[in-house]
């Protein structure tokens, strides 16, 4: 490692007062992304970042932007593909600009609107959205993108695997044109250089890790397991397991029904999908985070949506459809220099995904015997998991009190006879 390599905060060109507030933060030396993005990023430079989950990209761009509206008065804009990041991207931005008067104002769905036009109109420095909220308040007129020198889009794949490109294109063309771009990703795909030749002028790549690398500290395991006794399994390595634990389902359903066998099984566990409410999503990362929860269960909404330090394993109850998700799943454990375990399940048929995953990160996924499993257990009770099932309820009882309202008693059968119970 070079001399270079070993800097501290303080050779990077930042402001004394961040200096400061970085020491009191116990932040000492910069991550590789931070210390290649940071100096690059003050100079005005546009950017792509390319580095693993957990290595500081927040703070690489972060930093930069903190001391640039602090000098040229100027505003900045920072787009994230869901909720939890913005809310995580914030509270991180706060803890270093809210000392130098750094004002913000997050969009994110599952708010109401008026809160956040509130928080507009008391013109904020840095805006954090989301990228579909963000085009809400362009239609509502409620914002706009005139005085936007900076933005940049953390997270960039995820956006685009998830459907925003048409709302980051709508964006981008709104923001001026003499600006700094900033694209941060964990891999790079086809779609990224596209955007990138698009709304950015010669920016300077910089790579920490070749895209679709996985976290050196995390040790990988498999277990070829058959469907039926996946719950058996779970439930055999939540308790052999110590501290919080991680696990990933493939669908909404999936999530809920994990989470309320493992209730059912006497742990601590919540469940983070988009069907929850805004509230819910916070409360749930809040508890998972405090020790309350032990097992949060999740979709891939929170792959890149968790910032947690503790987390000891991730489980792949189901592979993901998507083999980069897996290394952004993963990156929820082994973070600030932690060790951490990820173990997935794969049903027989699904050996072809193990190998895709294993081509990714560039290495071999150690196959285990299956341990000897608990009894399997009665049925947990039935998980309300979907909307549709929600309407169905909802009318039923409707109907129900209804025909008690007029007095008479209820003789039709329930429209959805399968929910009224």
Not at 145 to 162: G, H, K, N, P, S
């Amino acid at each position: 490692m070079t001399k270079k390599q070993n800097q501290g905060f303080d050779q990077l060109g930042l402001a004394p007062k961040l200096l400061s507030i970085l020491e009191q933060q116990k932040l000492f030396k910069p991550t590789p992304i931070q210390h290649q993005a940071i100096p690059a990023a003050l100079e005005g430079k546009d950017i792509i970042g390319i580095a693993e989950t957990g290595t500081g990209k927040t703070l690489a761009f972060g930093l930069p932007i903190i001391q640039r509206i602090a000098r040229t008065k100027g505003k900045a804009l920072v787009i994230l593909p869901t909720r939890e990041l913005a809310v995580q991207v914030n509270e991180s931005l706060m803890k270093i600009g809210g000392a130098v008067g750094l004002k913000t104002a997050v969009l994110i769905g599952g708010v109401p609107m008026h809160r956040q036009v509130q928080m507009l109109r008391r013109r904020p420095h840095l805006i954090i959205a989301t990228p579909g909220r963000l085009v809400d308040h362009l239609q509502q007129k409620t914002v706009s993108l005139a005085e936007f020198t900076i933005v940049v889009l953390d997270e960039a794949d995820r956006m685009l695997d998830i459907g925003f490109a048409p709302q980051i294109k709508q964006i981008m063309e709104l923001v001026p044109t003499k600006r700094q771009t900033m694209l941060f990703s964990a891999t790079m795909p086809p779609e990224i250089v596209t955007l990138a030749s698009r709304f950015m002028k010669l920016p300077l790549r910089i790579e920490v890790s070749p895209p679709g690398t996985a976290s050196r500290q995390v040790e990988h395991e498999v277990y070829i397991v058959s469907k039926e006794i996946k719950m058996q399994l779970l439930e055999k390595l939540l308790t052999d397991s110590q501290g919080s634990i991680l696990v990933f389902t493939r669908t909404k359903y999936g999530a809920t029904k994990v989470a309320a066998a493992t209730k059912h099984m006497g742990f601590n566990a919540v469940e983070i999908h988009s069907d929850r409410s805004q509230s819910q999503r916070l409360a749930a990362l809040e508890g998972f985070k405090s020790g309350i929860f032990r097992v949060l269960v999740a979709t891939d909404i929170a792959a890149r949506g968790i910032d947690v330090s503790n987390i000891r394993l991730v489980i792949n109850y189901d592979l993901p459809a998507n083999s980069d998700d897996y290394v952004h799943r993963i990156g929820r454990t082994g973070r600030a220099g932690n060790t951490g375990k990820a173990i997935s399940f794969s049903e027989p048929s699904q050996r072809g995904d193990v190998r895709q995953i294993e081509k990714l990160i560039r290495k071999s996924i150690a196959v285990l015997p299956l341990p000897l499993l608990p009894p399997r257990r009665a049925p947990s009770p039935r998980p309300f998991f979907s909307e549709q099932q929600s309407k169905r309820e909802k009318i039923n009882k409707a109907e129900i009190e209804r025909g008690h309202t007029l007095g008479y008693r209820f003789k039709k059968k329930p429209r959805y006879p399968e929910y009224s119970r």
